[in-house]
């Protein structure tokens, strides 16, 4: 910890002129150059590792310096709360040290490892120190990131990870001791992961807005609980680096690709609504395979068309052959229609069938039935020649099912439980069906 | 089973009641306009199609441009009915498909694009949404997550569409 200070009281002489007077002016005037502040030229986003430093250090305030400088310094302990105008202005300070560190994360330093776990605490502290630094909603994510990656990082900082809570624990008045800082804040982020809004005061909830996404809030509730359980086992390093690793990898993901998995996500959300509402719509909705729920829904939209098409017909032959009309007209168009589906497709032929409430069968079963059943109820028998010219009959029989996978050779009959009831008897000799 | 639609459909703005009238007063137009005595084949499958074409067109209105499906249906209508008029039907069929087999193209490429960028597992829906816009009116421009939703309604209308149709040739047939 000590080169640290050494470092910064050199890299602060060397800079002090050209820099300090934007923090005075930051301090000042608050929140609005702060937000300039953030946005200032002078962090070089791509300055290499040394570069870094100096600008973390440089752009301090030399005033929060004195501040800063307590918890490192393990013995003094001191009492002395955060300035509350320094508060914001720190604070967008940690969330620039936030973005930079980690981005030199990224970059995979591990040069000042010590400085840098330093620079970690220090903005641990800043942020543990805020009160509702709300301001800052942008970099608030920056912040957000690498704070529970500085909490969990490295061989170097967990023994001064226990020093930083406790020394943090004095200063603001918002802890409730320095575990139960670091609770607040892991709580804080499953919270928020949840939420997502920065709509109460919560000091750490303005960690989880920016850059949307519940991605980043899991991320950041895995990587915080990761942490948690670090910074309770005080003292252990075995714990720090084999997480750091994957609080890096999670971190990246989350940032890296955020945007395009937000929007992939919200669409993949929205086109489960939809499904689930088309499920209740379609009558066999029992499927929980998306792709068979898409072929289930397809045929209905078939079937209904069929339907629509064969409710046409049937006005058309009542209104038209109102004079002539008697059951065998409508069986007989009917019987075109079927026909000219089954040329093309004999699933629609079914489907249209099914839609008349009819269904096929063999014709030894219909004779069967109807002999046996004849006394209450006359089915109604169409004999056609299919395309082969056997003798099968096609029984048309009415049922009260809805739609469901057509074969030839299977029954539908529920003569029993027939929904319309009422069926014409009339038995046809085979007659030919012509086909257009 | 009462021939009445009235008593189901109080509601005069609903669906259902916007598209009987329309289809009865479309029905009573064609019922006018032939004789009803002719029984040759082909003009009954002439009367078939006026009549579906009918229905859609009723249904189409009825929704009154509110969703995709149905501008896209009335487009085709309109389309084919002014093509009908303008030139000979074989010419009108070839342009009407010639138009929508360009927008079609433009839509799959379209669509191709889009897939690639999406992710891996949403590749097994692709055939069957392209059946889906086959069947829905105005399917081939829309993507997944409309698509869904106006199969939604249009499963929605046509059901409505049978129910209505299916009383009337009930009360017809009485």
Redesign the interface.
């Known amino acids: 910890m000590q080169p640290c200070s050494r470092e910064m009281q050199a890299m602060n002489s060397l800079l002090n002129p050209t820099q300090q007077i934007p923090l005075q002016d930051l301090q000042s005037n608050g929140n609005s150059n702060a937000h300039q502040q953030i946005q200032n030229p002078q962090f070089d986003p791509t300055s290499p590792h040394d570069d870094f430093l100096e600008q973390m250090l440089s752009t301090l305030p030399s005033c929060s310096w004195s501040d800063l400088k307590s918890p490192w310094d393990p013995p003094k302990s001191d009492e002395t709360g955060p300035p509350n105008p320094d508060n914001n202005v720190g604070f967008h300070y940690d969330e620039i040290l936030a973005s930079k560190l980690r981005q030199h994360q990224i970059n995979g330093g591990g040069g000042s490892s010590s400085a840098a776990a330093a620079m970690k605490m220090m903005m641990q502290q800043q942020m543990m120190l805020e009160g509702r630094a709300t301001a800052a909603a942008g970099a608030g994510g920056g912040g957000g990131f690498t704070m529970p990656l500085s909490l969990g990082s490295g061989a170097a900082g967990s023994h001064q990870n226990d020093n930083i809570v406790d020394g943090s624990s004095f200063k603001s008045p918002n802890h409730q001791g320095g575990d139960g800082s670091v609770q607040a804040l892991c709580n804080s982020f499953g919270a928020g992961s949840l939420h997502g809004t920065n709509q109460s005061s919560n000091q750490f909830q303005h960690f989880h807005h920016p850059q949307g996404g519940n991605m980043q809030a899991q991320n950041f509730g895995v990587t915080a609980g990761t942490v948690m359980n670090q910074s309770q086992a005080s003292g252990s390093t075995t714990g720090g680096t084999p997480a750091q690793p994957k609080q890096r990898v999670r971190a990246r993901r989350g940032q890296a690709t955020d945007p395009h998995s937000i929007a992939?996500r919200l669409?993949r959300e929205?086109?489960a609504e939809?499904?689930k509402?088309?499920q209740e719509?379609?009558p066999n909705a029992n499927k929980t395979d998306?792709?068979s729920m898409?072929?289930e829904?397809?045929d209905?939209?078939?079937f209904?068309?069929l339907?629509?098409?064969g409710?046409?017909?049937?006005?058309?032959t009542?209104?038209?052959?109102?004079q002539t009309?008697s059951p065998n007209d409508?069986l007989t168009v009917t019987e075109?229609q079927v026909a000219k589906l089954m040329e093309e497709d004999m699933g629609s032929a079914m489907q249209y069938l099914q839609?008349k409430g009819l269904c096929l069968m063999p014709i030894s079963l219909a004779t069967a039935i109807s002999t046996a059943t004849c006394h209450s109820r006359n089915p109604m028998i169409n004999n056609a020649n299919p395309n082969n010219g056997n003798s099968n009959h096609l029984l048309l029989q009415s049922s009260g099912e809805g739609p469901s996978s057509p074969s030839m050779s299977v029954l539908t009959v529920q003569s029993a439980t027939v929904g319309n009831g009422a069926i014409d008897g009339s038995v046809k000799d085979a007659t030919s069906v012509s086909k257009? | 089973m009462s021939p009445m639609n009235n008593p189901q459909d109080l509601n005069p703005s609903s669906l259902k009641s916007r598209f009987t009238t329309r289809f009865l007063r479309a029905l009573t137009k064609i019922n006018g306009q032939k004789p009803i005595s002719s029984s040759s084949p082909r003009e009954m499958f002439q009367r078939y199609r006026r009549i579906k074409v009918a229905a859609d067109k009723s249904m189409a209105w009825s929704v009154r441009s509110r969703r995709t499906w149905s501008r896209a249906m009335l487009w085709k209508l309109r389309s084919r009915y002014s093509c009908r008029q303008a030139s000979s039907s074989r010419r009108s069929s070839v342009r009407t498909s010639t138009i929508i087999k360009s927008r079609q193209a433009k839509t799959s490429h379209e669509k191709e694009n889009k897939n690639t960028t999406t992710g891996q597992d949403e590749v097994g829906f692709v055939v069957q949404a392209d059946k889906l816009r086959k069947l829905v009116p105005g399917g081939e421009a829309m993507d997944l997550c409309n698509l869904l939703g106006e199969t939604a309604h249009y499963i929605k209308c046509l059901t409505t569409q049978v129910q209505v149709m299916r009383k009337i040739a009930h009360f017809y047939s009485l």
Do not use: T, W
Not at chain 1, 318 to 322: D, E, L, M, V
């Open positions: 992939e669409r929205r086109i939809r499904m509402a088309l719509l379609v998306k792709a898409l072929d829904i397809i209905y939209v078939k209904l068309q339907q629509v098409k409710g046409g017909d049937c006005i058309q009542s209104a038209n052959g109102k009309s409508s075109h839609g257009p």
